[in-house]
Nanobody, 121 residues
Framework: QVQLLESGGGMVQAGGSLRLSCAAP????????MGWFRQRPGMDREFVAS????????YYGPFAKGRFTISRDSAKNAVNLQMNSLKLEDTAVYYC??????????????WGQGTQVTVSS
């Protein structure tokens, strides 16, 4: 059973920042593409951002470009998502994911439990 452990969610005011972190087993971190999806209330899950296992390429959903940054922390076997200029519509459960392919697909192999991000006015 692969565990992806998310942390860093919480409540923040609009315009603020949060950093999500996802710790993975070393085998997953070193060989899988990793990233984040989110699910807003009443809506389908949507792609947020991903990074290849090598760290050489990153990808973002249109709403995340320019505001969110995904990165890898090799010392901690973790992937981080820095979220700036948060908006009310960023309120969602954010899920860490891992995919055996070089690039995160829309159907990753593994999912974390999710962490709640709430943006208030």
């Amino acid at each position: 059973q692969v565990q992806l452990l998310e942390s860093g969610g919480g409540m923040v005011q609009a315009g603020g920042s949060l950093r999500l972190s996802c710790a993975a087993p070393e085998e997953i971190f070193s060989n899988y593409a990793m990233g984040w999806f989110r699910q807003r209330p009443g809506m389908d899950r949507e792609f947020v951002a991903s990074i290849t296992w090598s760290g050489s390429n990153t990808y973002y959903g249109p709403f995340a470009k320019g505001r969110f940054t995904i990165s890898r922390d090799s010392a901690k076997n973790a992937v981080n998502l820095q979220m700036n200029s948060l908006k009310l519509e960023d309120t969602a459960v954010y899920y860490c994911t891992a995919d055996k392919h070089e690039r995160l697909s829309m159907r990753p192999d593994y999912w974390g439990q999710g962490t709640q991000v709430t943006v208030s006015s």
